[in-house]
């Protein structure tokens, strides 16, 4: 079965407060990328740069 290219943007973050991944997903308006971790809920939020990177995974801690 073929993978649709059509989903949203994400970043892969490890959340070190539970030591679980999860994604966060871009904002309506691409200005920045939100989400939670899904064991705590705790919130996060990254800004959306001009000069950004082309990283897509991360850590939070």
């Known amino acids: 079965m073929e993978k649709e290219n059509n989903s949203k943007p994400y970043l892969g973050i490890l959340f070190e407060c539970c030591n679980v991944y999860g994604r966060i997903y871009k904002n309506k308006?691409?200005?920045?990328?939100?989400?939670?971790?899904?064991?705590?809920?705790?919130?996060?939020?990254?800004?959306?740069?001009?000069?950004?990177?082309?990283?897509?995974?991360?850590?939070?801690?």
């Open 29 to 61: 308006d691409g200005t920045y990328y939100q989400g939670m971790c899904p064991k705590c809920m705790r919130q996060i939020k990254i800004k959306v740069g001009e000069n950004g990177t082309n990283n897509r995974f991360f850590r939070a801690y």
